[in-house]
């Protein structure tokens, strides 16, 4: 069955620098979600894209993110400098089509030092 | 706004037992609403869903019923097993929209 696949499973950052998670979604999807959980707290709808650009974004999602897909299969979320309140699980989801079935990635701990 | 509100953890059973993990939610409109699993190194997966007040939503001997007048979507088993200790999320989904709210989480642990 196809999945979500995320890397890496963990990383980990010194505060300022840049990091880049990545996401390959099932691949005849065409919309991409990123999300994320703070621990202890709810998980979070960050933006969503659809053919090649941001159809939407939520307050979080500010100037010190942005995502691209690079390529056919890559999705990629960056946060620019990161900073200590970043720390969080970030989940890549996929769908086929722009409605609640949505498949997640099992997402990419981030640890800011 | 639209908000999940979930019961927190950790919950621990032994085989066999009864669960329940309380949802409540808060939503503009009419939400369609879910529980996702996570199990161990895996992503979240959709468990069951309900689209309208007074569905029921099941799979894998869970259940839950969409309850508009208490705003709840409670998920219940009948007899846990092993095999289900996992992270459980609440979620709804607006009707406009095109992202989840989602709960933080319940983690259970079923000791045999």
């Known amino acids: 069955e196809p999945e979500v696949t995320q890397t890496p499973s963990h990383q980990v950052t010194q505060m300022g620098q840049e990091v880049i998670l990545r996401c390959v979604p099932i691949?005849?999807?065409?919309?991409f979600y990123w999300y994320r959980q703070i621990l202890g707290q709810k998980v979070e709808f960050l933006v969503s894209?659809?053919?090649?650009?941001?159809?939407?974004k939520s307050e979080i999602f500010d100037d010190q993110f942005s995502v691209e897909r690079p390529d056919g299969s890559n999705f990629t979320l960056k946060i620019r400098s990161t900073k200590l309140e970043d720390s969080a699980m970030y989940f890549c989801?996929?769908?086929?089509?722009?409605?609640?079935?949505?498949?997640f990635g099992p997402g990419t701990r981030l640890t800011v030092l | 706004g639209n908000s999940v509100t979930q019961m927190e953890g950790p919950v621990t059973l032994s085989e066999e037992a009864f669960l329940t993990i309380n949802c409540t939610y808060t939503?503009?409109?009419?939400?369609?609403l879910f529980w996702y699993v996570q199990y161990p190194g895996e992503g979240l997966q959709l468990l069951l869903k309900a689209t309208k007040a007074d569905d029921k939503g099941s799979n894998k001997g869970f259940e839950a019923t969409y309850r508009k007048e208490t705003t709840s979507f409670h998920l219940e088993k009948g007899s846990v097993q092993v095999s289900d200790s996992a992270v459980y999320f609440c979620a709804l989904f607006p009707n406009t929209g095109n992202q989840f709210y989602f709960g933080t989480g319940t983690s259970l642990t079923v000791i045999p």
């Open positions: 894209f659809y053919n090649n650009e941001i159809s939407e």
């Open positions: 989801a996929s769908g086929s089509v722009a409605t609640d079935t949505q498949y």
């Open positions: 939503a503009t409109g009419y939400p369609s």
């Open positions: 691949s005849n999807h065409l919309y």
